[in-house]
């Protein structure tokens, strides 16, 4: 009877053994057979239809603010060329530790005294030693730099806040497991495409000393983010002989001349006349009515506010 009882509490072990084991890879499967299902589902499908275009714009957007990130900046820097570094010295000689030098446009390997003295004046090292020109042609593409990247920062909250209020809106026809486990995924279905919302577009310079030997180094980075653009620009404008007629009429357009237009226009965009308040996650710019490429200068009579679809048409064209 013993026996019997000792065979019976054995299955019913590796029964429960077998249930316990399998359970994880039946509710898995069965997450991915209704997740299937669902998003193949009638339901699903006139939900996405629904709200397409409002996801249309909302990438349409966000590929405007990754172009706008992506602004580069022709500093001028010399190519000295290309070479091939072979180390032939006997054992005891070879320096294995430079191998590990960066050679880069934005990489400067230098003295430990130079290292130091970027730390103390980075925005004249910078231009010493990448070849950065103070003239007029640098000022304007640094300055439509920084508004650019002004616009990247304040696209990037809006576009946030415009894909938060289109979720909100169906927030009601979203199935409770859906929203707590598979939001991302669900996302992606809807359509939505990703988005950045990381800093690195921001310029780096840097400069690196390796001693001989590998064994010590200095390490010097300048981020040029909105905060340090604005001071540059201050800094080129210093050292620039302006034409004498230019110099009385130009100004610098910095984060407080970009928001004095915006003021001015009272967030309106003067071609469409869209505004802020009627549509709180528009993006607007700053534009130059007569570009820069084509003779026009930075002043307050030559800028405009423009809604960025109206901004991307509009282009390099003179439109008055």
């Avoid at 996405?48 to 957007?61: F, G, M, P, Q, T």
């Avoid at 231009?127 to 616009?151: A, P, Q, R």
């Avoid at 409770?176 to 800093?199: P, R, T």
């Avoid at 800028?303 to 439109?319: A, E, F, P, V």
Wanted: some cysteine.
């Amino acid at each position: 009877m013993n026996d019997i009882y000792e065979i019976l509490l054995d299955i019913n072990f590796y029964i429960i053994f077998t249930i316990i084991l399998l359970f994880p890879i039946l509710l898995l499967i069965s997450w991915c057979l209704y997740k299937e299902l669902y998003y193949r589902s009638k339901k699903f499908k006139n939900l996405k239809n629904s709200i397409e275009n409002y996801i249309s714009n909302c990438n349409e957007l966000n590929k405007y603010i990754d172009e706008l990130s992506n602004t580069y900046i022709e500093i001028n820097r010399l190519d000295y060329g290309s070479s091939i570094y072979i180390d032939n010295s006997r054992y005891n000689y070879k320096r294995p530790k430079l191998k590990n030098k960066i050679y880069a446009p934005y990489i400067y390997n230098c003295s430990r005294t130079v290292c130091d003295n970027a730390r103390k004046q980075p925005f004249k090292y910078i231009c010493k030693y990448f070849n950065i020109k103070s003239d007029e042609e640098t000022l304007d593409k640094f300055e439509t730099v920084l508004n650019n990247f002004e616009t990247v920062e304040q696209g990037k909250v809006l576009l946030k806040a415009e894909k938060l209020d289109i979720l909100n809106s169906i927030e009601d026809k979203i199935p409770f497991l859906i929203k707590k486990i598979n939001n991302q995924e669900f996302e992606e279905n809807l359509g939505f495409e990703e988005i950045n919302f990381n800093d690195t577009y921001f310029p780096r310079y840097i400069f690196q000393y390796i001693s001989p030997g590998g064994n010590s180094s200095l390490y010097c980075e300048i981020i040029m983010n909105i905060d340090n653009l604005n001071k540059f620009i201050t800094y080129l404008s210093e050292n620039i002989k302006f034409k004498k007629s230019i110099k009385k009429q130009r100004i610098l357009m910095t984060s407080t001349l970009r928001k004095q237009i915006l003021d001015r226009d009272k967030y309106t965009c003067q071609y469409c006349g869209l505004s802020s308040q009627e549509e709180p996650n528009l993006l607007l710019e700053i534009d130059h009515i007569i570009p820069i490429s084509k003779g026009g200068i930075t002043i307050t009579d030559n800028l405009q506010t423009l809604c960025w679809r109206c901004n991307r048409k509009k282009g390099s064209k003179i439109i008055l």
